[in-house]
């Protein structure tokens, strides 16, 4: 089993950048598949991005390619979400999840582990 605790999330303007990080409990995150999805009011969850165990094949929503990155340090247990050029319609609450499946997973059914979640808010 393993716990995750988001950090990072804020209040910043549009065309600015954040940086979240989630930090996992255990010693076996490296063989967890990790993931960032997004819940905004009244709106579904959605996956932002998500990164194999290695820290190699990577998957990006289409409304993030070219401004968000994912990315992992296994030594420290923890996965990255670089968020630049955010927008207002990236507000959200953003959550970091995981799975032991060895292979890239979009849809929130198949991850088995979720953080309590960080609020993202951009003003315009």
């Known amino acids: 089993q393993v716990q995750l605790v988001e950090s990072g999330g804020g209040l910043v303007q549009a065309g600015e950048s954040l940086r979240l990080s989630c930090t996992a409990s255990g010693r076996t995150f490296s063989s967890y598949t990790m993931g960032w999805f997004r819940q905004a009011p009244g709106k579904e969850r959605e996956c932002v991005a998500t990164?194999?165990?290695?820290?190699?094949?990577?998957y990006y929503a289409d409304f993030v390619k070219g401004r968000f990155t994912i990315s992992r340090d296994n030594a420290k247990n923890t996965v990255y979400l670089q968020m630049n050029s955010l927008e207002p319609e990236d507000t959200a609450v953003y959550y970091c999840?995981?799975?032991?499946?060895?292979?890239?997973?979009?849809?929130?059914?198949?991850?088995?582990?979720w953080g309590q979640g960080t609020q993202v808010t951009v003003s315009s």
């Open positions: 999840a995981a799975d032991l499946r060895p292979w890239i997973i979009i849809t929130t059914a198949e991850y088995s582990y």
């Open positions: 990164i194999n165990q290695s820290g190699g094949p990577t």
